[in-house]
């Protein structure tokens, strides 16, 4: 009798291994199909923001900064630099700070002749394309009144700075 018990216990011993390499066999396949290795290579070229401001040039002397004295000249905004041009849509305003005790006028337009209207000494914004090139031309005025001639400007300096205040428009 008790050969057989022992006859008994192999088939289910052998069962019991047969069945752990089936699923060992089973589970490294099933998880083989789903673990993959992918390699490669990827390049992108970011956009590039130009913009630029050919700035007048003024010159005040003493010599030349009396009443009466009337200052102009044109500036460009330009969307090219030579060889690229803005790839990004872009918003602008143009600030103008003037430093002086000395009583001025500064005057801004347009290329069309329109005057613009500065809030806080800043221009309202405008759009820089970004599709094709652009310049736009301003024209700056700066007027002392010859009636407003007191000693106490002799002597006196005016500086003015023309700021271009771009952003991004997402």
Partial sequence: ????RRLK?????????????????TFNVTTSRYLKEFSGEASD??????????????SYTNKNLLPGYTDESDFYVNNYDGNNRNEVLMKYSLKIELDSVIPVKVTLTSEDGTEIVLNENKTSEYELPYNTEMRTKFHIKIEWDEKDNSYEY??????LVIDLIAIQVV
């Fill in 154 to 159: 002799a002597g006196k300096d005016i500086t």
């Fill in 45 to 58: 070229v970011v956009a590039v923001p130009i913009l630029s401001l050919d700035n007048p040039t003024f």
């Fill in 9 to 25: 216990k192999k088939p289910v011993i052998l069962l019991i291994f047969f069945i752990s390499i089936l699923f060992i066999f």
């Fill in 1 to 4: 009798m008790k050969k057989r």
